[in-house]
Nanobody
């Protein structure tokens, strides 16, 4: 049974940093695609970043480029999202998602993944 568990969310002041983790079980991180998405209250879910864990190829939404970094520790079966320079507009529930097909991760950041975590809340105060 595949499980994705996010952690690392919390309350941070503007211009602060957080690192989110996505721990995978029942799902080897040596090939698939892992994506991070977020949903703010009253807004649609949007893509943040994704990574093809085998090739290390990653893509970012324009609104996080230069601030967020996605990385994969395949030995630990964990994907990270390092978030720097946070702003109140980054406040949302952040979800990680996984799929066995690495091609699911593209610069379009479509939310077409088979497996989803429960989410972790990130709140940025001004």
């Amino acid at each position: 049974q595949v499980q994705l568990v996010e952690s690392g969310g919390g309350l941070v002041q503007a211009r602060g940093s957080l690192r989110l983790s996505c721990a995978a079980s029942g799902f080897r991180l040596d090939d698939p695609a892992i994506g991070w998405f977020r949903q703010a209250p009253g807004k649609e879910r949007e893509g943040v970043a994704c990574i093809r864990t085998s090739a290390g190829t990653s893509y970012y939404a324009d609104y996080v480029k230069g601030r967020f970094t996605i990385s994969s520790d395949n030995a630990e079966n964990t994907v990270y999202l390092q978030m720097n320079g946070l702003t109140p507009e980054d406040t949302a529930v952040y979800y990680c998602a996984g799929d066995a097909i690495p091609g699911v991760c593209t610069d379009a950041l479509f939310a077409v993944y088979d497996y989803w975590g429960q989410g972790t809340q990130v709140t940025v105060s001004s």
